[in-house]
């Protein structure tokens, strides 16, 4: 398969910094779409991956999978593109298709596995996929998202990833109007989490530790705060939410947050992957028949749907704009929660 070199910014081990690289794209076939990157978000993924936290990383390691940028080339096939539309790609790249989960528009839990954007299978040009840290991507066209023109292209990136993760459970369990939502954590899935659960009429309160975090929640669209070490306030919101969306991203106890749900209520798992502790209590899930459930990103056609309808709200993420030669910088204050509330790189400071 014929293929072209663009600038990219890797990893080409597990304690190495991010540089710049060369790294190939192959050429549009008939199905594919070309997109010049313009933008792409941060995510707390590219950091576990470029530093093998999960195990089974591929270098060099060029992730990102936030990207935002306008097309360039289409395949011959393609519909639903045309050179100079805004475009998106998120964490997939591709998928069976075939699989009981892809026909049902759910490729993120695709039997066999979907590509991921970056560290996957590349089985174009053989060996694996790189990210969106780079000039340029080349995607199959559905697995492509139309990204709403009245939407900052910048502050758009972080729909891609933050903004399914935090919608696709809201749309599992139904949230409606009236419906009382809580989000645990307000950070870069916790603020998307609270303006998508605003704009679909719910009630949302903020779980934090942090009582400083209120004013941000508030600006966010929060009609409260709980301080979760507050026990006062904590049994004050005793059988209260219909569904919580837990973002913290590190091992916490779950326990302290299910006497908060309605009966049939659930808490749903976003952030964290890997054993709870301590271990899960199941007096008041069985006697409440409260739920502890996991989400992860969403499929294609609802991620479209989640940027229109983010394009009819004008929901868009808080980000901080850095220069690609910064990421190195970025990923440290990413660690220490120092950033307001997803990083964003502008990709034209790659190109030079």
Avoid at 49 to 65: A, K, M
Avoid at 121 to 146: I, N
Avoid at 338 to 350: E, S
Wanted: proline fraction near 4%.
């Amino acid at each position: 398969m014929e293929k072209f070199e663009v600038k990219a910014y890797g990893a080409a081990s597990t304690t190495a910094d991010l540089k710049e690289i060369n790294i190939s794209r192959r050429q549009a076939t008939d199905e594919d779409v070309e997109i010049d990157i313009l933008f792409c978000g941060v995510c707390h993924s590219d950091l576990h991956t470029v530093r093998n936290d999960w195990g089974g990383s591929i270098y060099p390691s060029v992730p990102g999978h936030e990207i935002i940028g306008r097309v360039t080339k289409v395949g011959s096939a393609v519909s639903k593109f045309k050179v100079g539309d805004l475009a998106g790609v998120g964490c997939m790249v591709d998928s069976c298709g075939i699989c009981p989960s892809c026909k049902k528009d759910l490729e993120q839990y695709c039997e066999p596995g979907f590509t991921g954007t970056y560290n996957g299978k590349d089985k174009h040009l053989g060996g694996h996929t790189f990210g969106g840290y780079s000039e340029k991507v080349v995607v199959k066209e559905s697995f492509v998202l139309r990204v709403p023109e009245n939407l900052d292209p910048a502050a758009a990136a972080p729909l891609l990833c933050a903004g399914i993760t935090t919608w696709s459970p809201l749309r599992h369990w139904n949230v409606k109007e009236g419906d009382n939502v809580a989000v645990v954590g307000l950070g870069g899935l916790g603020h998307m989490a609270i303006k998508l659960a605003k704009a679909m009429g719910a009630n949302v309160t903020l779980f934090s530790r942090s009582p400083e975090k209120e004013k941000d929640a508030k600006e966010l669209g929060a009609d409260a705060i709980v301080i979760s070490t507050d026990k006062q306030q904590m049994a004050g919101a005793k059988n209260k939410f219909d569904l919580i969306i837990d973002t913290v991203p590190y091992v916490h106890d779950v326990n302290e947050y299910i006497p908060t749900l309605t009966i049939s209520g659930t808490i749903v798992l976003v952030g964290y992957l890997g054993p709870l502790e301590p271990m899960l209590n199941t007096v008041p899930m069985i006697l409440g028949r409260k739920s502890v459930a996991g989400s992860v990103i969403g499929g294609i056609a609802e991620t479209q749907e989640m940027l229109d309808f983010c394009g009819k709200h004008g929901i868009v993420s808080e980000i901080e704009i850095i220069k690609m030669q910064e990421i190195n910088e970025a990923y440290e204050r990413m660690l220490k929660s120092d950033v307001r509330y997803r990083f964003v790189i502008d990709m034209g400071t790659l190109k030079g």
